[in-house]
């Protein structure tokens, strides 16, 4: 099955900085989301991308679906300490039959030192 | 308008017995799917109803399984526990979008813990 490698795994940031994680897939992926989970809840659908080569924000957040269709980023700018949690890319591979299910990456969590 | 709901919040049971777990999806929304979250895994995906059929299914045993009523709710079923299915349950509802994709909406899950 499809395999969503995300990086990083983890990191360490002081307030104010800029903030940058992505994913990549081996295979074509036809949307792309991110999410971000607090401790205790259920993901939260942050951005969604369905073209490839879109770009689009949500605040501080901006996020870009590859144009090779295999990879995704997403940017925080200006990092407050409610962005901890962890941010989850997640994708909707393009072959038929599949368009109900999505591919999870690991999470990259995300610590803001104040 | 409603999020997705999920009951109960937090369970706990011992190895061998079953367990049903209950979503209610965002109003109007007819597609659930159900995941796994475990911190080795990740999130996994288990199945996914629209109209009360299975559309799609990941790879799990045949001892997880699910149902999707008239109404959209949808209930998923572990039956002989075992200590590895502690885990936090997500379910998300999603409405088509154009293209074919829908969106996902999760609820807060139930943490299952297994004794």
């Known amino acids: 099955g499809q395999q969503l490698n995300q990086s990083p795994q983890s990191m360490f940031i002081q307030e104010g900085e800029d903030v940058s994680m992505n994913c990549t897939s081996s295979s074509i992926f036809n949307t792309w989301l991110w999410y971000k989970q607090d401790p205790g809840e259920g993901p939260v659908l942050l951005i969604a991308l369905y073209k490839a080569g879109e770009l689009t924000s949500n605040g501080r957040l901006t996020a870009q679906f590859g144009i090779t269709r295999k990879d995704s980023f997403l940017n925080i700018s200006a990092s407050i300490p409610s962005d901890v949690g962890i941010y989850f890319c997640a994708g909707q591979p393009s072959s038929g039959g599949s368009n109900y299910k999505l591919t999870f990456g690991k999470g990259t969590l995300l610590t803001v030192n104040p | 308008k409603a999020g997705v709901t999920q009951t109960p919040r937090y369970l706990i049971k011992t190895r061998g017995q079953q367990v049903t777990l209950s979503c209610s999806p965002i109003?109007?929304?007819?597609?659930v799917s159900w995941y796994q979250q475990t911190p080795g895994q990740g999130l996994q995906f288990l199945f996914e109803y629209f109209s009360e059929t299975q559309r799609n299914k990941g790879n799990f045993p045949g001892r997880f399984s699910g149902r999707q009523f008239s109404n959209s709710r949808s209930e998923m079923n572990v039956s002989t526990l075992e200590l590895g299915d502690s885990a936090l349950y997500l379910c998300a509802s999603s409405s088509p979008k154009g293209g074919g994709y829908n969106e996902q909406f999760f609820g807060p899950g139930t943490r299952l813990t297994v004794l």
């Open positions: 109003s109007g929304h007819r597609s």
